[in-house]
C-alpha cells in the first residue's frame, strides 16, 4: 500500500510519527509522479527507510487484531471500546511508536484551542505587553496562540487571517489596519475581539484615548506650552483619529491651540520625518502619536541644536521600556497594555463557549500620564533653540 493510500483511507485525527521520526512532506497540486524525489542507492536502504518510517493507524489495527475504526475510536472516543481491548491496542501503540495526531483530531471536532492575535508590527514594542497578555491569558485558560504579523498592511492583515480562520477558534485583532466592513465579514466566521479600535457590532477593548491626549495637553498648558504640535500616527489607524479628535476638543476647553503634523508612520524614522517638518514652523510643545515617533523626533532635533525641554518639551503615548531610557527619560501617557490583552482573551474565550458578543460600546480601560524629564517650563519672548520661530501653522 502507498503513502498516498494510507493518507487518503486514514481517519482524520490519526496517525503522527514518534518523537524521533520526521514527518513526509506533502506535495500539494502536483499531478500523480511529478516532482516526486528519485530513490537511489541500494534496494536494502530503501527497505531500511521504509522500516523507519512513521508507524499507522493500520499497522497498529494489524498487530492488534483489530479494525483500523476501532484503533480511531480508542484514541478519539475511548468510552466506545471495550477497556480491554482498548488496553490493548494502546500497548501495541506504544510498542510501536505510534502517537496520534491532537491537531488533526481537533480539526475533525473543531475545537483547536489555537487563537489568533493579529498585530500591525511586532517589532514595535508596544505590541509587546499586548502580546504577554493575550498569551498569559490563553496559555492560562488551556488555549495556544497563533501571531500574525500584518506590517501594517491591511491586504496582508486579510490575507493571513483567511488562510488562519480554518484551524483557530476565536480571533484577537490587535490594531488592525483593515476596513470596518472588512473587519465585520470576517467576524461572522469566528468569534472576535478588536484590540484599540472600536468596531460597530463588534466586541472591543480600547484604552482612554481622549482621556489620554487631554492630559498630555493639560500638562504641555500648565508649563506655558502654546500651541503645540500633534506628530500624527498612520493615515489608517483609528487610534490616531480618535487622538487628534481628543486634542481638538480639549484645546477647545483648555485654551491651548493645537496643529497637527502628518500623518507619520509609527515608528522612529517616522519621528524624524516628523521632526523634519517641525522644524520649519517650531512650537515649544510637541505631543506624539506613540513613543516611537518621540524618540526619532528627540534624536532629530537635538542632533540639530535645539534642546529638549529646554527650547522644546515632549509627551508620548504608550510608556513602553524604553521611554526611561532615553536622554532625557520620556513623559508619556501610559497605557495597561498587557490588561488590554488579558481583557480580549477573556471576552474571546467567553464567546467561543457561548457567550453572546458584546457589540455595543467598547470597553474603555484607564490610561495616566507619567512625567519624566523631557518637559518642562516653556521658554518665553524668545525663539526655539537657535533657530527663528516660524509661523504655526492651524490644526485640521
Known amino acids: 500500500m502507498t503513502q498516498e493510500e494510507r493518507v487518503g483511507r486514514a481517519p482524520v485525527g490519526e496517525g503522527t510519527a514518534g518523537a524521533d521520526a520526521s514527518p513526509a512532506p506533502v506535495v500539494v497540486g502536483m499531478p500523480d509522479g511529478a516532482g516526486a524525489p528519485a530513490v537511489t542507492g541500494h534496494p536494502a536502504e530503501g527497505k531500511a527507510r521504509r522500516q523507519r518510517s512513521a508507524p499507522t493507524i493500520y499497522d497498529v489495527a494489524q498487530a492488534a487484531g483489530v479494525a483500523p475504526s476501532t484503533v480511531s475510536r480508542t484514541f478519539s472516543r475511548p468510552g466506545r471500546v471495550n477497556s480491554e481491548t482498548a488496553d490493548r491496542i494502546r500497548k501495541v501503540a506504544a510498542e510501536l511508536g505510534y502517537r496520534t495526531n491532537p491537531m488533526a483530531r481537533a480539526l475533525s471536532t473543531t475545537h483547536t484551542n489555537l487563537l489568533a492575535l493579529v498585530v500591525p508590527d511586532i517589532t514595535n514594542p508596544v505590541y509587546f505587553e499586548i502580546i504577554n497578555g493575550v498569551q498569559d491569558e490563553a496559555a492560562e485558560a488551556g488555549y495556544t496562540v497563533l501571531l500574525v504579523d500584518s506590517r501594517e498592511s491591511d491586504r496582508r492583515e486579510r490575507e493571513s487571517l483567511d488562510r488562519a480562520l ?27 475581539v478588536a484590540l484599540n479600535r472600536a468596531v460597530r457590532e463588534i466586541p472591543s477593548v480600547v484604552p482612554d484615548n481622549p482621556r489620554g491626549v487631554r492630559r498630555a495637553l493639560e500638562h504641555l498648558g500648565e508649563l506655558g506650552h502654546d500651541p503645540v504640535t500633534y506628530l500624527a500616527g498612520p493615515e489608517a489607524s483609528w487610534a490616531d483619529g480618535m487622538r487628534w479628535r481628543g486634542l481638538r476638543e480639549a484645546s477647545l476647553e483648555l485654551a491651548v491651540h493645537v496643529r497637527r503634523l502628518g500623518p507619520l508612520a509609527p515608528t522612529v524614522a517616522g519621528g524624524v520625518a516628523g521632526a523634519k517638518a517641525w522644524i520649519q514652523a517650531p512650537t515649544t510643545g510637541v505631543i506624539a502619536y506613540n513613543d516611537l515617533v518621540a524618540i526619532g523626533f528627540i534624536r532629530y532635533v537635538t542632533s540639530h541644536g535645539y534642546r529638549v525641554p529646554e527650547d522644546v518639551s515632549v509627551v508620548g503615548y504608550d510608556n513602553i521600556f524604553a521611554a526611561d531610557l532615553v536622554t ?44 519624566r524629564q523631557s518637559t518642562g517650563p516653556a521658554p518665553h519672548q524668545r525663539a526655539v533653540g537657535h533657530h527663528p520661530a516660524a509661523s504655526v501653522l492651524p490644526g485640521r
Open 166 to 192: 480554518p484551524i483557530v477558534e476565536g480571533i484577537v485583532l490587535g490594531t488592525s489596519r483593515m476596513s470596518d466592513a472588512s473587519i465585520r465579514m470576517i467576524a461572522k466566521q469566528k468569534p472576535m
Open 328 to 371: 532625557p527619560p520620556l513623559t508619556t501617557v501610559a497605557t495597561p497594555r498587557r490588561a488590554l490583552g488579558a481583557a480580549a482573551v477573556r471576552n474571546l474565550i467567553a464567546q467561543i463557549k457561548g457567550a453572546h458578543p458584546r457589540g455595543g460600546p467598547p470597553v474603555v480601560v484607564p490610561v495616566k500620564l507619567v512625567e
